[in-house]
């Protein structure tokens, strides 16, 4: 049995994935966690499980926009879910120091912080240009200050 579920997100992406043969070999992955306004239709497909069966074989991070790590890090603050995670992974490279900074970033952005904020935020934290992991956002210099990390 595989089975796929697109978790409502707006334009950010959250995929539950559960597989396996029965209820006892069940695995279950989640692949972000979309805009922080995803955060409440993902806690009511948690919710839904029973508490002994809160737990994710592998969390995915693909990568450090808004529109796929902030319902993340509302999942990571929920306590009350009793959710745990087997392993977790940040843009298919293991934890290192720029998953420590990003996410210590976002945890400490205002509510109004654009992309830019958060990337001078990031270049405190990682100050070398040619860190291998550097977040290099695309957008024209409008959009990198006017465009809002926590929009919903």
């Not at 450090?64 to 890090?73: E, R």
């Not at 977790?88 to 205002?110: M, P, Q, R, S, V």
Request: charged content about 25%; proline content about 3%.
């Amino acid at each position: 049995m595989i089975n796929v579920e697109l978790i409502q997100a707006s334009d950010g992406d959250c995929i539950w994935i559960e597989y396996g043969e029965d209820e006892n070999t069940l695995h279950r992955i989640l692949i972000d966690g979309g805009k922080s306004g995803t955060f409440k239709h993902l806690k009511s497909r948690i919710e839904k499980l029973p508490q002994n069966a809160r737990h994710f074989d592998l969390l995915v991070i693909t990568y450090i926009d808004a529109d796929h790590i902030a319902g993340v890090l509302k999942l990571l603050e929920a306590d009350d879910l009793g959710i745990t995670f087997e392993d977790i992974w940040f843009n298919g490279k293991a934890n290192g120091a720029f998953t420590y900074a990003a996410l210590k970033t976002l945890n400490e952005l205002d509510e109004g912080a654009s992309y830019k904020d958060c990337y001078k935020a990031i270049r405190k934290i990682l100050p070398h240009v040619q860190y291998p992991q550097t977040p290099q956002i695309m957008a024209s210099r409008y959009q990198k200050n006017t465009w809002k990390v926590f929009e919903a």
